[in-house]
């Protein structure tokens, strides 16, 4: 029972790092390569080892059994280990197809040589930044300046040096890609903003409305009704006569808001647990204290400040939202068509294709690589 439950907390972590869409059952039909010298996947021009992946899986899969306190037993390490690596190689996937369409944009269809050449310098640029940038708060986080150390302190948690550098790299690469190609500042125009409003308008109806200040005593205070009765009568003749009402509710109110002078902001009508109060703040005139009002709490007295009818909120209120609201979307819009582009010029093969749309089996000629392949 134990080990299903442990094995149940893996899915659950790991499930939020799958991108497929393939159900539990339909990604135990593949298993994992042993080697980790394997290609399990080719992006445009780049190789994607299974050695790339493994310490980050193997890291996070001891930190679930440091935490649970329990081993996964090994038929179910398996195929832990596969959901993990397929739902990191997804990411890296698109990682690299971002870094292969900058380049890809830098040099067109140029020859290799002029992409290699391409790739190195850009590359070495971002290696500079790792190292101005990255490296330093690295060194912060770990709390080390020794190159050394914080290598194997990386290496603990299933990361190096080489690793966080070649991942800021490609990553660095991609967002380039993103920068030059979705726009991060579109215009929304007030014809956009005004057709959102209308579109959603049912969104900003506003139910009546008022502001008041209450004095309030709570029958489980005193020892009878008449005792509370008897003290709001008291508190309703010092604010009628002391003149402030918030002054007497921040020294003798017993509800909630009597540290804030009994004041209530805006609340809706039929919002309120008391109705007899609910109905006397959406009745009573404006800025006229009441009398004593009694529910299943205890005893009231309330000034209405402010009150407003049934109706939708003004476009004008809400146009800054609306704004940001499209801009966002066409933000979304933009980087979605960037990436639908992005697959169309970047050939992706993958060792589980049904995990990545678009893509190609892998060939089997493909997958036992020599690591300096890939670099």
Same mark, same amino acid.
């Given at each position: 029972?134990?080990?299903?439950?442990?094995?149940?907390?893996?899915?659950?972590?790991?499930?939020?790092?799958?991108?497929?869409?393939?159900?539990?059952?339909?990604?135990?039909?593949?298993?994992?390569?042993?080697?980790?010298?394997?290609?399990?996947?080719?992006?445009?021009?780049?190789?994607?080892?299974?050695?790339?992946?493994?310490?980050?899986?193997?890291?996070?899969?001891?930190?679930?059994?440091?935490?649970?306190?329990?081993?996964?037993?090994?038929? /179910?390490? #398996? !195929?832990?280990? =596969?959901?993990?690596?397929? +739902?990191? %190689?997804? &990411?890296?996937?698109?990682?690299?197809?971002? $870094?292969?369409?900058?380049?890809?944009?830098?040099?067109?269809?140029?020859?290799?040589?002029?992409?290699?050449?391409?790739?190195?310098?850009?590359?070495?640029?971002?290696?500079?930044?790792?190292?101005?940038?990255?490296?330093?708060?690295?060194?912060? /986080?770990? #709390? !080390?300046?020794? =190159?050394?150390?914080?290598? +194997?302190? %990386?290496? &603990?948690?299933?990361?190096?040096?080489?690793? $966080?550098?070649?991942?800021?790299?490609?990553?660095?690469?991609?967002?380039?890609?993103?920068?030059?190609?979705?726009?991060?500042?579109?215009?929304?125009?007030?014809?956009?903003?005004?057709?959102?409003?209308?579109?959603?308008?049912?969104?900003?109806?506003?139910?009546?409305?008022?502001?008041?200040?209450?004095?309030?005593?709570?029958?489980? &205070?005193?020892?009878?009704?008449?005792?509370? $009765?008897?003290?709001?009568?008291?508190?309703?003749?010092?604010?009628?006569?002391?003149?402030?009402?918030?002054?007497?509710?921040?020294?003798?109110?017993?509800?909630?808001?009597?540290?804030?002078?009994?004041?209530?902001?805006?609340?809706?009508?039929?919002?309120?647990?008391?109705?007899?109060?609910?109905?006397?703040?959406?009745?009573?005139?404006?800025?006229?204290?009441?009398?004593?009002?009694?529910?299943?709490?205890?005893?009231?007295?309330?000034?209405?400040?402010?009150?407003?009818?049934?109706?939708?909120?003004?476009?004008?209120?809400?146009?800054?939202?609306?704004?940001?609201?499209?801009?966002?979307?066409?933000?979304?819009?933009?980087?979605?068509?960037?990436?639908?582009?992005?697959?169309?010029?970047?050939?992706?093969?993958?060792?589980?294709?049904?995990?990545?749309?678009?893509?190609?089996?892998?060939?089997?000629?493909?997958?036992?690589?020599?690591?300096?392949?890939?670099?």
């Amino acid at each position: 029972m134990r080990s299903r439950k442990l094995f149940q907390i893996i899915i659950l972590l790991i499930g939020c790092t799958m991108g497929s869409a393939l159900s539990y059952s339909q990604r135990l039909e593949v298993t994992l390569p042993e080697d980790p010298a394997t290609v399990i996947a080719v992006v445009g021009n780049s190789n994607v080892l299974l050695g790339d992946l493994l310490p980050q899986v193997d890291a996070r899969i001891a930190e679930v059994e440091e935490k649970s306190g329990q081993k996964i037993p090994a038929e /179910q390490l #398996g !195929t832990a280990r =596969l959901s993990l690596v397929r +739902g990191l %190689l997804g &990411k890296t996937i698109q990682t690299k197809m971002m $870094r292969e369409s900058f380049l890809l944009e830098q040099v067109g269809i140029e020859n290799a040589d002029k992409r290699e050449e391409a790739d190195a310098t850009l590359s070495g640029r971002a290696r500079q930044m790792f190292h101005e940038a990255e490296l330093p708060e690295l060194k912060k /986080q770990y #709390g !080390t300046e020794n =190159l050394r150390e914080l290598d +194997g302190m %990386l290496r &603990k948690k299933g990361s190096s040096l080489l690793a $966080r550098q070649r991942d800021f790299v490609d990553q660095m690469l991609g967002h380039l890609y993103l920068r030059g190609n979705v726009n991060r500042k579109p215009e929304v125009s007030l014809s956009e903003i005004i057709a959102e409003y209308d579109a959603e308008k049912e969104l900003y109806f506003r139910a009546e409305r008022a502001r008041w200040e209450q004095l309030t005593v709570l029958n489980s &205070k005193f020892p009878n009704e008449q005792a509370a $009765r008897a003290a709001i009568q008291e508190m309703g003749r010092e604010a009628v006569f002391g003149g402030s009402m918030q002054a007497v509710a921040r020294a003798r109110s017993q509800e909630a808001f009597a540290s804030k002078g009994g004041v209530h902001d805006w609340t809706s009508r039929g919002s309120l647990a008391s109705e007899p109060l609910d109905d006397q703040i959406f009745t009573l005139p404006l800025n006229k204290i009441s009398g004593v009002i009694q529910d299943q709490f205890g005893f009231h007295i309330i000034r209405v400040l402010e009150r407003e009818g049934a109706g939708y909120t003004p476009r004008s209120e809400v146009q800054d939202e609306l704004r940001s609201k499209i801009r966002e979307r066409k933000i979304e819009d933009s980087q979605r068509i960037a990436l639908d582009r992005m697959r169309e010029k970047i050939p992706v093969w993958t060792l589980f294709p049904d995990d990545i749309p678009g893509s190609k089996p892998l060939p089997v000629s493909l997958t036992r690589r020599n690591v300096s392949a890939n670099r």
